[in-house]
């Protein structure tokens, strides 16, 4: 779970030179946040209250990162 979170963000980022690839890293946060990982919901909590890759949704937003707080994020 580790990894995939990291991968997120060094994707989401954009480092090394490379542009960043939010598409990519959006799908492995959900993937993490989904498999009960607290700071992938939290990241794509977040995503989704900035609208972020996705459509602006607060609803959704509040619910990602209310699971990563109750996860003790």
Not at 1 to 7: G, P
């Amino acid at each position: 779970m580790t990894a995939c979170w990291r991968l997120a963000d060094l994707l989401a980022k954009g480092v090394g030179g490379r542009s960043p690839d939010g598409a990519r890293a959006l799908e492995l946060f959900r993937d993490g946040a989904e498999h009960g990982g607290p700071y992938c919901q939290l990241q794509l909590g977040l995503l989704y209250a900035r609208g972020e890759g996705v459509e602006q949704d607060y609803v959704e937003a509040h619910k990602w990162v209310n699971l990563s707080a109750a996860d003790g994020n």
